[in-house]
């Protein structure tokens, strides 16, 4: 089974005073604008890396609740952040690292049970499976 889904963008001018636009095939984001102040002087609005972030920590979070369920757990909430680095190197920028955060709350479920499950779904996540970086994960269960 495929399922393909689509971003597209669009840029114009220069890299430092060019300005673009990133869009969603849902909607969700449509025409958001990015540039070169949001990506790399921390200026607010959309960028690549964040989006990246964004997608990671949503597939690793439904990930873990599909590992969860399959071990007789209903989890009440999963809350993920994934932090994404940008490093300069020779050959230009690259992802050279992503650290996931996930607090969730699993009624029933003992610290072990939830380790485990959290590092079958840092690993097996679709999106993990993309990166050429280090992904590191703090997962901790709450009440």
């Known amino acids: 089974m495929s399922i393909e889904k689509h971003g597209s963008a669009v840029w114009q001018g220069g890299l430092k005073d060019g300005k673009g636009t990133v869009s969603t095939q849902s909607g969700t984001l449509n025409e958001a604008?990015?540039?070169?102040?949001?990506r790399f002087e921390g200026e607010a609005g959309?960028?690549?890396?964040?989006?990246?972030?964004?997608?990671?920590?949503?597939?690793?979070?439904?990930?873990?609740?599909?590992?969860?369920?399959?071990?007789?757990?209903?989890?009440?909430?999963?809350?993920s952040q994934a932090t994404v680095t940008l490093d300069s190197d020779d050959d230009g920028f690259?992802?050279?690292?992503?650290?996931?955060e996930t607090r969730a709350s699993v009624p029933g479920a003992d610290d072990a049970?939830?380790?485990?499950?959290?590092?079958?779904?840092?690993?097996?996540?679709?999106?993990?499976?993309l990166f050429n970086a280090e992904i590191t994960l703090d997962a901790r269960l709450e009440g």
């Open 33 to 38: 604008p990015y540039g070169f102040t949001q």
């Open 94 to 100: 690259s992802i050279t690292a992503v650290h996931l």
């Open 46 to 79: 959309a960028n690549p890396e964040e989006l990246i972030g964004a997608a990671h920590a949503s597939c690793y979070s439904m990930a873990l609740s599909m590992i969860l369920g399959e071990a007789g757990y209903t989890p009440e909430r999963i809350a």
């Open 113 to 129: 049970a939830f380790q485990d499950a959290a590092a079958k779904a840092k690993a097996g996540c679709p999106v993990s499976k």
